[in-house]
């Protein structure tokens, strides 16, 4: 018979303290992102597709296309082309592809690249109807982003 | 005014009250249950999300009217107007301020329990007439959760009665006035368990409108929407005008029976039209306070287990109620000037 009323009073309270709690919540600032209008800033270590870094004081990609992360890309969706330009040490890159379709963001790459000439991006809101889409030209990219 | 058209502008008063609280309370529970959560809430549909419950009652009215294979025609029709009719007609009775009043009638408090109980049927007709194996279950749980929840919920309503000796309930709230340790659930002179009759009466009027955390007859997470599962457009819009307006019902009665319904918790009643508005106001404020929280009580517990529920209705809240009718009985016989 105690235990009776033991656990009527000690599960009234409990329900008081549960009720204290959202009580409390419900005062408190909402801590949801409002998605649409507000655009979050992504973490550090956040993986998007990779994007090509340009040198400091050039602007330039600092790629010399030596073809590691061509290689290293397990599903092959990488295309790096470049040529030899006079004064300058090593190739200068004038294509760099990549098929995002394909590609699953291992970062094999960007772990392969000894020059540190390829990162990821931050973008993360890719939507399109199309494929075409998905094929990325990053030295266009590079260019419309400085 | 003359009699009759008293009346019917107060039906269509009452309609207009109920379809309104319906759609707004349903706004009401959805910013509750956000800012509880931690989040907003609706806010896209108008300012504050305020237009959303007029664009989710377009969207349940142009949806189509069907019967779905198998059901009873007549008992699927007619349940969710057995839900919502006897809500509109308990509405009837409720004295809002001393003189917006439909029908004062002398067992006001009867009729309303009398209607109550037509509630629970227009859910297990619906959910038998369902031809659905989660809608009976629903109707089934529902009805055994209701008997077990109108037993307590009378023999307090008797106990309030035999203080007030009256089954008029603007009576009862007349008996009330004065300052606000005058309404019933601090009066510990007329019983010592006032407070906790309070709590059993809210507790059961939780239960006999079926929310969270006894929702048994809806219970999403376990059988799809329980009694509503087949209902397409507005039978289920019915269905859920109903639920609401009996929400509305046993807050009211609550304010009515323990806190004073239209009193001011001031010894201060202005006289003619300002009176009315001054009732009004206080009525409405204690009817929204209950009502803000049994949304604040649906959004902090969960949904309670079948067997628990019905443990704490036969163990708990019989004994206690009828303890409570007993001790009250035996303070009026032994002090009886009080």
């Known amino acids: ?146 | 005014m003359p009699e009759p058209f008293r009346v019917i502008l107060f039906i269509v008063f009452v309609m207009a009250f109920a379809g309104l609280n319906a759609a707004y309370l349903v706004w009401c529970e959805r910013k509750g249950a956000g800012h509880i959560q931690r989040r907003i809430g609706p806010k896209e549909v108008g300012p504050y999300g305020l237009l959303q419950p007029i664009a989710d009652g377009i969207k349940l009215m142009t949806k189509q009217l069907f019967l779905p294979k198998g059901v009873d025609p007549v008992l699927f029709m007619v349940a969710p107007l057995m839900v919502m009719v006897p809500a509109i007609m308990s509405f009837m009775v409720i004295p809002f301020s001393e003189t917006f009043v439909a029908r004062e009638v002398n067992i006001g408090l009867l009729m309303i329990f009398a209607f109550a109980s037509v509630n629970v049927l227009g859910l297990l007709l619906g959910g038998w007439g369902s031809a659905n194996k989660y809608a009976v279950i629903a109707a089934a749980r529902c009805v055994s959760q209701n008997i077990a929840y109108e037993i307590p919920m009378l023999i307090t309503t008797i106990t309030m009665v035999m203080v007030t000796n009256t089954m008029n309930l603007n009576e009862m709230i007349r008996s009330q006035s004065g300052w606000f340790f005058h309404w019933h659930i601090f009066r510990l002179d007329m019983s010592l368990m006032m407070p906790v009759a309070f709590l059993i009466f809210f507790i059961c009027s939780l239960a006999e409108t079926n929310r969270a955390p006894f929702d048994m007859a809806e219970a999403e997470s376990e059988l799809v929407a329980g009694a509503y599962t087949e209902y397409p457009g507005m039978g289920f819009g019915v269905f859920f005008m109903g639920e609401y307006a009996n929400i509305v019902i046993g807050c009211a009665l609550t304010t009515i029976l323990f806190l004073g319904g239209w009193q001011a918790p001031i010894p201060f009643n202005p006289a003619g039209f300002l009176g009315v508005i001054w009732g009004l106001f206080w009525f409405f404020l204690k009817l929204y306070a209950l009502i803000f929280t049994v949304i604040w009580i649906r959004w902090t517990y969960p949904r309670t287990q079948f067997y628990e529920l019905l443990n704490l209705s036969w163990k708990v809240l019989i004994p206690f109620s009828l303890f409570n009718l007993i001790l009250t009985a035996l303070q009026i016989k032994i002090f009886p000037w009080l």
């Open chain 1, 1 to 146: 018979m105690s235990g009776y009323f033991k656990e009527l009073i000690s599960g009234t309270k409990s329900l008081f303290i549960g009720l204290g709690i959202t009580g409390k919540y419900f005062f408190e600032p909402v801590v949801t992102e409002q998605y649409p209008h507000e655009v979050p800033v992504m973490k550090p270590r956040f993986r998007g597709h990779i994007e090509l870094i340009p040198d400091e004081e050039t602007g330039e990609p600092k790629c010399v296309v030596c073809g590691m992360c061509q290689k290293a890309c397990p599903t092959g969706c990488i295309t790096v082309a470049g040529e030899k330009r006079e004064g300058v040490k090593g190739k200068v890159v004038t294509q760099y592809i990549l098929n995002f379709t394909t590609c699953s963001l291992c970062g094999q790459c960007v772990e392969s690249c000894k020059f540190g000439a390829i990162r990821f991006s931050k973008d993360y809101n890719k939507v399109s109807e199309r494929k075409e889409d998905f094929i990325y030209d990053l030295i266009k990219r590079l260019k419309e982003q400085s």
